[in-house]
């Protein structure tokens, strides 16, 4: 069985949906220092600010990192904060953990100048590329640049995939007889007021992504997402789709038994809702395989532009792709890591097995199904 890592992205931009990070105990909407001229923000590597340890100590003399919508139960960003925290002795700021990522874009859009920016961000390719379009991000490439497959990263250094994974069903098959596999399986009776999504596809990049996934598995195709629509509408007409945004807490109290989203949200549920008496289930539907990574970048406009840049520099490391594999997510330098022997090998291993290689939207199609989705979505669930 092949256990292929979704790679093979035509641009960067065909990552995957999103999040970004911001401050949970800011306060305050004064200006930020003007920082527009700085060494740092123009630094379009650690050697323009020469080498990382003048970076480092750029980063430490700010202190401080916003960022914005990052769960700690996303992909392991609990420890990735903690660790980078620890490293460097930078307090990272982080705003609205369960927040989206159209959320994490608009903070990033009406806070310039304030002091509680956003500093560097992690979006899905949609809203990425609606940040450059947008003219939001400092071009920045990190020491590991060229382990990252070409197709996976913008061309000057705007941004670029960082982790990603595969859509999935996940189950508490504690409180459902028979855990679904497919997507075919999901309209079944036994499922009636059970399936849920992590979020509206407007909003949120996972369930954008689910809603792709579902048109890849009725017949449909990345220039026409509308057999997803249609198969989204079916299921609530059948009464199987609870317009709850499935969570670690809504699956806990019953709310949300089968929940549809990446694989690594759902694989470290399991191990989180273990204790709490949940046998989370997760199944990557072969009727409808859906890959995508997230994007990082550099906040043009970042009130901490070395601290954002370290950041980077800190989740394209070794060190930090390494978290990513724990938190069972694919990192985009895997292929390069494994080569040299530095990956997690044992993280590495507990990835699903998937048949075949993942297909990736191109970006007009996936503009194009953003607009379809947005302009059917109400109609579809009602």
């Known amino acids: 069985?092949?256990?292929?890592?979704?790679?093979?992205?035509?641009?960067?931009?065909?990552?995957?949906?999103?999040?970004?990070?911001?401050?949970?105990?800011?306060?305050?909407?004064?200006?930020?220092?003007?920082?527009?001229?700085s060494e740092a923000a123009k630094?379009?590597?650690?050697?323009?600010?020469?080498?990382?340890?003048?970076?480092?100590?750029?980063?430490?003399?700010?202190?401080r990192l916003n960022v914005y919508a990052l769960a700690p139960t996303w992909a392991n960003y609990g420890e990735m904060i903690t660790a980078f925290e620890k490293k460097y002795g930078i307090t990272v700021h982080n705003e609205n953990p369960g927040g989206s990522s159209q959320l994490a874009l608009s903070a990033a859009e009406k806070r310039i100048g304030q002091n509680r920016a956003v500093d560097a961000l992690d979006l899905g390719s949609a809203f990425m590329q609606s940040a450059s379009l947008k003219e939001l991000l400092a071009p920045y490439k990190v020491r590991d640049w060229e382990g990252i497959p070409a197709a996976q990263k913008e061309r000057d250094g705007s941004f670029a995939n960082n982790y990603g994974g595969y859509v999935s069903i996940g189950c508490d098959a504690s409180a459902v007889r028979h855990c679904p596999r497919t997507f075919q399986d999901l309209?079944?009776?036994?499922?009636?007021?059970?399936v849920a999504l992590n979020g509206n596809p407007n909003d949120s990049s996972s369930a954008f992504a689910a809603v792709l996934a579902a048109s890849l598995a009725n017949g449909g195709s990345f220039d026409d997402p509308q057999a997803g629509l249609d198969y989204f509408a079916k299921l609530r007409k059948k009464g199987n789709y609870v317009p709850v945004e499935s969570s670690p807490s809504t699956i806990q109290k019953g709310e949300t038994p089968i929940s549809i989203d990446w694989d690594y949200l759902n694989l470290g549920y399991s191990d989180t809702l273990k204790s709490k008496g949940v046998d989370w289930k997760v199944a990557v539907p072969e009727d409808g395989q859906y890959s995508e990574y997230y994007n990082q970048a550099v906040n043009r406009y970042a009130p901490h532009p070395a601290a954002a840049r370290l950041w980077l520099e800190f989740v394209y490391s070794d060190e930090g792709?390494?978290?990513?594999?724990?938190?069972?997510?694919?990192?985009?330098?895997?292929?390069?890591?494994?080569?040299?022997?530095?990956?997690?090998?044992?993280?590495?291993?507990?990835?699903?097995?998937?048949?075949?290689?993942?297909?990736?939207?191109?970006?007009?199609?996936?503009?194009?199904?953003k607009k379809a989705i947005a302009d059917g979505w109400g109609q579809a669930v009602g």
């Open 43 to 63: 630094a379009r590597s650690a050697a323009d600010l020469g080498g990382m340890d003048a970076l480092v100590r750029a980063a430490r003399q700010e202190g």
């Open 321 to 369: 792709q390494n978290i990513w594999l724990k938190g069972y997510s694919r990192p985009a330098r895997l292929e390069q890591m494994e080569r040299e022997k530095t990956a997690d090998s044992a993280a590495a291993r507990k990835l699903p097995a998937v048949e075949g290689e993942p297909r990736f939207p191109t970006q007009k199609q996936q503009n194009a199904a």
């Open 1 to 37: 069985m092949q256990t292929p890592r979704p790679r093979r992205a035509r641009t960067a931009v065909a990552a995957a949906t999103t999040a970004v990070a911001l401050t949970v105990g800011l306060t305050g909407c004064g200006k930020a220092p003007s920082v527009g001229d």
């Open 187 to 194: 309209l079944k009776p036994e499922y009636r007021n059970k």
